[in-house]
């Protein structure tokens, strides 16, 4: 108890050693992660921001600079980049991190990779625990980048105070896609590369979509890896999100879903799972279904 105390203290004073540890126990479920997550001291006014996008939108590199640009601010900021979740060890595969290779040594940024582990939005149960440790650590803002975004993987809007859209001038032909599903979770949307041609219209055609919307929703347009528009985008990210009471109540219904999906689940071992299954394959007449039937 005097340990875990001891960590909690540390990582209230910023001690990034300190967040390492906790949030590989978190991760992990190795103990006392349950009770550090009952212990610890939540700030819950940290806005946490929400990226999502297509792959190939510039997400990593528009968090580069967003968080390169806020650390000149004197800001104190968490990236959590969210991976794919290897099929075959159950890491992550892409590693975002890398992309941020300027940022590793600055003492005011922390960055951390989680794989997805099976969640189809990119946020799983040990995302939202990981979002409330790093929300001990005394940052001013944690930015939180998914793997990519579809009409289904929206789940980044029950975690986040604000969610942005980044989009590309390629991307015109998604325009339906964003209308009948993202406009629910988008607080702002980001043209990257808006140095491109047919970034102008893109970035026009998107202000029409969102001008019928009852709470206007900003679109912005970056390049990212130039710097440009990023000081636009920044000053947005620092403003109070508008908090809905009722919205904010069915979210944290889903992240409560979330927690008691994953313990509920916590004596399914994957590893014991997919030993199982590579025996069963020997039977010509393997079946998933009936299977499954014996670990429900």
Same mark, same amino acid.
């Given at each position: ?25 978190v ?21 946490v ?17 967003v ?41 005011g940024?922390y ?6 582990r099976? $969640? ?7 995302t939202?625990?990981i979002?409330?440790? *790093? #929300?001990?650590? %005394? /940052? ?19 975690l ?15 325009i ?12 702002g ?55 809905d ?8 219904t ?11 689940m $916590? ?13 069963? *394959? #020997?039977?010509? %007449? /393997? ?10």
């Open positions: 108890m005097n340990t875990l105390k001891s960590l909690i203290t540390e990582i209230g004073r910023g001690s990034f050693n300190a967040l390492a540890r906790a949030i590989t126990l991760e992990n479920d190795i103990a006392p992660a349950a009770e550090l997550l009952r212990a610890i001291n939540t700030d819950t006014k940290v806005p921001i929400g990226i999502t996008g297509p792959p190939g939108a510039g997400k990593s590199t528009l968090v580069n600079a968080t390169a640009a806020l650390v000149k601010q004197g800001k104190k900021v968490a990236i959590l980049a969210i991976d794919p979740t290897s099929p075959f060890n159950f890491g992550s595969l892409l590693g975002d991190r890398i992309r941020m290779a300027q940022l590793f040594n600055h003492p940024v960055i951390r990779s989680l794989a997805t099976g $969640a189809l939005g990119g946020i799983s149960a040990k939202i625990e979002v409330d440790v *790093l #929300k001990a650590g %005394g /940052f001013d803002l944690i930015l939180v980048e998914t793997v990519g975004v579809g009409q289904s993987e929206v789940e980044i809007a029950g986040a105070d604000k969610t942005i859209v980044v989009l590309v001038p390629e991307s015109g032909d998604e339906q896609q964003i209308k009948s599903g993202l406009m629910e979770i988008a607080q949307f980001v043209v990257n590369k808006a140095d491109r041609e047919g970034a102008d219209t893109y970035a026009n055609n998107l202000k029409k979509l969102v001008h019928h919307q009852q709470n206007q929703i900003p679109v912005f347009k970056t390049v990212a890896d130039k710097a440009q528009g990023i000081a636009e985008l920044c000053e947005w990210l620092l403003q109070p999100a508008l908090r009471n009722e919205r904010k109540s069915y979210l944290l889903e992240k409560a879903f979330k927690i008691i999906q994953h313990y509920r $916590a004596d399914v071992d994957r590893k014991q799972l997919h030993g199982k299954i590579r025996e069963a *394959l #020997k039977d010509p %007449g /393997f079946n998933i279904y009936r299977f499954t039937d014996n670990w429900v």
